[in-house]
């Protein structure tokens, strides 16, 4: 069935470091693909989206590359620092004209002073 | 301009009761989403409203119904609870179903005992 995955559910990265979070989608009709980070008690927070006619898009620290080929996305966080650490979640949008996104099981990202 | 809210906060029921989980969208949005987040998991759509009708519907039997307002306010309603319906019910908003980016709000936290 459709899903979209993680490879790593925990990923712990040095502050200052960059983080570089992954995620494989299955649905090669899906047009348009966002992450989103989660903290702790709060609902998913938009950080940055990607249509699939680019494979690249930047936003402040932020990177998400998206691989049609393989079906991979991921999202590269500069500099990462403590109030980054949270879990995100890539979500893919498989039916234009409804929100049915299909989200994945997110990866933790710890950031490390 | 506000975000969306949801309420209540926290919720705890038994197993067979009804319950009614509201969300007022952000200002200027129509169009509402709600997903169940059940722990350790990503987010799993449940259906959408447009305008005041159901506009795409996830894997989720009949007894979880909504409703949308006028005023683009939402509800959530499930009936004959079960014990896996405990979870986080996000709703999110977005302007119409001429951009793809959601806005999500903070959640209701259901326990089902």
């Known amino acids: 069935g459709e899903s979209v995955g993680l490879h790593l559910p925990t990923l712990s990265v040095q502050e200052g470091d960059n983080s570089i979070i992954n995620c494989a989608y299955s649905n090669s009709a899906s047009d348009y693909f966002i992450w989103y980070k989660q903290e702790s008690g709060k609902g998913p927070q938009f950080i940055i989206d990607i249509r699939s006619n680019m494979d690249k898009r930047q936003g402040q620290r932020v990177t998400v590359l998206l691989n049609k080929t393989v079906k991979h996305l991921s999202l590269q966080i500069a500099a990462t620092q403590p109030g980054d650490s949270a879990v995100y979640f890539c979500?893919?949008?498989?039916?234009?004209?409804?929100?049915?996104?299909?989200f994945g099981t997110g990866t933790r990202l710890k950031v490390l002073a | 301009e506000t975000g969306v809210t949801q309420s209540p906060t926290h919720l705890i029921k038994t197993r067979g009761q009804q319950v009614t989980l509201r969300c007022s969208s952000q200002?200027?949005?129509?169009?509402v989403s709600w997903y169940q987040q059940a722990l350790g998991q990503g987010p799993q759509f449940i259906f959408q409203y447009y305008r005041e009708e159901e506009n795409g519907r996830g894997n989720f039997p009949p007894r979880f119904s909504g409703l949308q307002f006028p005023n683009y306010s939402s509800e959530l309603n499930v009936n004959a609870l079960e014990l896996d319906d405990s979870a986080l019910y996000l709703c999110a908003s977005s302007p119409g179903l001429a951009t793809n980016t959601q806005y999500f709000g903070p959640g209701t936290r259901l326990t089902v005992l």
């Open positions: 200002s200027g949005h129509n169009t």
């Open positions: 979500a893919e949008n498989p039916d234009s004209g409804t929100y049915k996104y299909i």
